[in-house]
């Protein structure tokens, strides 16, 4: 099994900033790529950023110039830095991760979600 625990949610007034993380865990034997989607009520989930294994990222249009994606591949873990966030930013943040397990199974993997609430 494999376990993708996040934090680093909360509530934040128009312009601030947070940091997510998410922390993978349990029959891993490697990452590929790893994300954050959000979903807010009444939308569609959508992707904010992705990064692969060697640190190629990719962006939501939305998101661009404000959020930074990282990872530390030692730690298994993967950031999302939200700067100058706005309200519509508020969402359930997920994390995702390609993992092969040490079946050499590769399964997509989320994780139990984040609130993200920016308001006054």
């Known amino acids: 099994q494999v376990q993708l625990v996040e934090s680093g949610g909360g509530l934040v007034q128009p312009g601030g900033s947070l940091r997510l993380s998410c922390a993978a865990s349990?029959?891993?034997?490697?990452?590929?790529?790893m994300g954050w989607y959000r979903q807010a009520p009444g939308k569609q989930r959508e992707l904010v950023a992705a990064i692969t294994s060697g640190g190629r990222t990719n962006y939501g249009d939305s998101v661009k110039g404000r959020f930074t994606i990282s990872r530390d591949n030692a730690k298994k873990t993967v950031y999302l830095q939200m700067n100058s966030l706005k309200p519509e930013d508020t969402a359930v943040y997920y994390c995702?991760?390609?993992?092969?397990?040490?079946?050499?199974?590769?399964?997509?993997?989320w994780g139990q979600g984040t609130q993200v609430t920016v308001s006054l």
């Open positions: 995702n991760a390609a993992v092969v397990t040490t079946m050499y199974r590769l399964n997509d993997y």
């Open positions: 349990g029959s891993i034997f490697s990452i590929n790529g």
